[in-house]
């Protein structure tokens, strides 16, 4: 679809993209917290009799892949695998010539990828809604989940310190977006040279100004954690980054999350992580698997906001 433009309730989201949190208001957002929180709890409606969703792989996934078929399948729908090695897309066929035919087939695409210009153009290119499952810049089913998922823990967003520790990657972008429209204050620790991009922090610097909260950018780990009620941890290294992986293991040595850092933290802190998680890397084994951490709560959650997200936008009710 061309039009991102998404306006201020949850019905305006029928028939459009989701490609960054950019595009959601506040009220989109809370919207569908609140019907993930009930798909959450109603788990089978079969609305999508005869719909289809189309999932575009570029890169690997576990939870996006499994958390949106399953969905699909919970709400009377189906979903289409399309590996990159599968379709004619790999062999080159244009994003815009599979953006116009798949129109033609299904009801929605779901695409993976790493330029996030090349979701944009599938976006232009398609009559149906297009919904962005990763690029290298933006992560923003994720993030869904992950608001939800404080939501949960904390009772509420408004005023919850969230610190972020580590590369200032796509994870970390989403998030900081969505905390900042929700009102979270988020501070986020990256070493020099692997901070997030200006593009995200400008859009959170203005969306904090208008939510009362604020946004934290420092090299310093224990600064950023803080008073923290959430902390939250990606890999070092991600999809497409292999060739970096042992330089990034050394300049990410101090941002481990461990029970030394923890103690900066609230004492009730919680401790996030998109997963796939490296343990004794990016986080140590006795966080990320203790009592402190949320995260197989929020790896589920994944399915709740994207059948909201789904129902939002394929369903008009
Ligand atoms: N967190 C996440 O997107 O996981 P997958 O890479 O397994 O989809
Ligand atoms: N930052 C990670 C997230 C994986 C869900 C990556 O892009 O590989």
């Given at each position: 679809m061309h039009t991102v433009n998404i306006g201020d309730t949850q019905a305006s989201l029928y028939g459009k993209d989701l490609l960054t949190l950019k595009?959601?208001?506040e009220a989109d957002i809370s919207a569908l917290l609140t019907e993930a929180a009930d798909l959450k709890q109603n788990k089978i409606q079969p609305i999508f009799q005869g719909k289809t969703l189309a999932m575009?792989?570029?890169?690997?996934?576990?939870?996006?892949?499994?958390?949106?078929?399953?969905?699909?399948?919970?709400?009377?729908?189906?979903?289409?695998?399309?590996?990159?090695?599968d379709l004619q897309l790999g062999r080159g066929e244009t994003v815009a010539d599979t953006a116009k035919v798949l129109s033609g087939y299904v009801d929605a695409i779901m695409i993976r990828t790493f330029e996030h210009e090349k979701v944009e153009e599938l976006a232009e290119h398609a009559d149906i809604p297009v919904i962005n499952g990763?690029?290298?810049?933006?992560?923003?089913?994720?993030?869904?989940?992950?608001?939800?998922?404080?939501?949960?823990?904390?009772?509420?967003?408004?005023?919850v310190k969230v610190a972020y520790i580590g590369d200032g990657n796509n994870v970390a972008?989403?998030?900081?977006?969505g905390c900042a429209k929700m009102g979270c204050d988020v501070s986020i620790a990256s070493p020099k040279g692997y901070e997030v991009l200006d593009e995200a922090v400008n859009a959170a610097k203005e969306y904090a100004g208008v939510s009362g909260s604020s946004i934290t950018l420092t090299a310093d780990p224990g600064e950023a954690v803080k008073g923290?009620?959430?902390?939250?941890?990606?890999?070092?290294?991600?999809?497409?980054?292999?060739?970096?992986?042992?330089?990034?293991?050394?300049?990410?040595?101090?941002?481990?999350?461990?029970a030394s850092l923890v103690k900066h933290a609230k004492p009730d802190y919680t401790f996030l992580h998109c997963l796939p998680a490296h343990?004794?890397?990016?986080v140590t084994a006795e966080i990320i698997d203790g009592p402190n951490s949320a995260v197989f709560q929020q790896a589920e959650n994944r399915l709740h906001v994207q059948k909201a997200l789904l129902k939002a936008i394929l369903y008009k009710g």
């Open positions: 595009d959601l208001s575009i792989f570029e890169k690997s996934s576990t939870r996006t892949r499994v958390s949106f078929e399953a969905g699909m399948a919970q709400l009377g729908g189906n979903a289409l695998f399309l590996s990159q090695k990763l690029t290298d810049k933006y992560h923003p089913c994720q993030a869904l989940a992950d608001l939800l998922t404080i939501k949960e823990v904390k009772g509420k967003l408004k005023g972008h989403s998030l900081m977006v923290a009620d959430v902390i939250y941890s990606d890999v070092f290294t991600s999809m497409g980054q292999e060739a970096e992986t042992n330089e990034r293991l050394t300049v990410f040595t101090p941002y481990q999350v461990n343990r004794e890397e990016e």
